[in-house]
């Protein structure tokens, strides 16, 4: 919200701000956006160790091998938190659970539950940008209908390429019907999410004829 009035601002002053000025109002978001995320990570912290008590609690461990519970949700919450040069999230996180009779099974349903949780934010994210540059008029009727239909699918279409991701939460527990329940948490880069959905989307508007050249410009990838 921070940022969205930050451009909201920088944009009205267009007319009247001369360039230099323009620079130097984003170095001061920058720095702005380095305390906030400072505050963040502190609070972070906190609530990690607050989370990591509570789960403990009710009996659960990291995996084998794996890092104590509190260092895993530390290093969770604050990539949630992470910003990147721009301002922006660094990371789209995802969280899945699940049970299972064997730790195995049960990790591996989880972790599919986790993708699938990010691949409906990568949805749900491109359905805001395609909204935004279509209230810049950035986008055609057709170049809209088309990322409209993708975002729409989202889930079905980007959980089936999603690339290299962080596993950053590893934890089970032994239920009293000696079932095992893991929880997975996994972080995925926004960089290598905005080269996914401009991949996907190259792939359909070329398959309907339409040009790409100015996609990413268009689109801020």
């Known amino acids: 919200m921070k940022n969205l009035v930050f451009i909201a601002a920088f944009m009205a002053m267009s007319c009247t701000v001369a360039a230099q000025d323009y620079k130097h109002l984003y170095q ?19 609530d990690a160790e607050k989370m990591a008590k509570k789960l403990e609690k009710q009996g659960w461990m990291p995996l084998p091998g794996k890092l104590p519970l509190a260092k895993q949700f530390d290093r969770a919450y604050n990539m949630q938190v992470e910003l990147n040069d721009d301002g922006r999230l660094k990371y789209i996180y995802g ?19 986790a993708r699938e949780e990010i691949a409906s934010a990568m949805g749900v994210s491109l359905t ?9 008029n950035q986008l055609s009727a057709i170049e809209a209908s088309t990322m409209d239909e993708i975002a729409l699918k989202g889930k079905q279409i980007f959980s089936q390429d999603l690339g290299r991701m962080e596993t950053v939460i590893e934890a089970y527990r032994v239920l009293t019907n000696n079932n095992i329940e893991v929880m997975i948490g996994i972080a995925y880069s926004t960089a290598e999410v905005s080269k996914q959905m401009s991949n ?21 990838w």
């Open 28 to 46: 001061e978001q920058a720095e702005l956006n380095k305390v906030t995320q400072k505050a963040r990570q502190a609070k972070a912290g906190k």
């Open 95 to 113: 969280t899945g659970q699940s049970t299972a009779n064997s730790t195995a099974a049960a990790q591996m349903a989880a972790a599919t539950a």
């Open 200 to 220: 996907t989307i190259k792939k359909a508007f070329k398959d309907k004829g339409l040009q790409t050249a100015s996609l990413d410009e268009k689109m801020g």
């Open 128 to 136: 805001a940008l395609i909204d935004d540059r279509k209230q810049q």
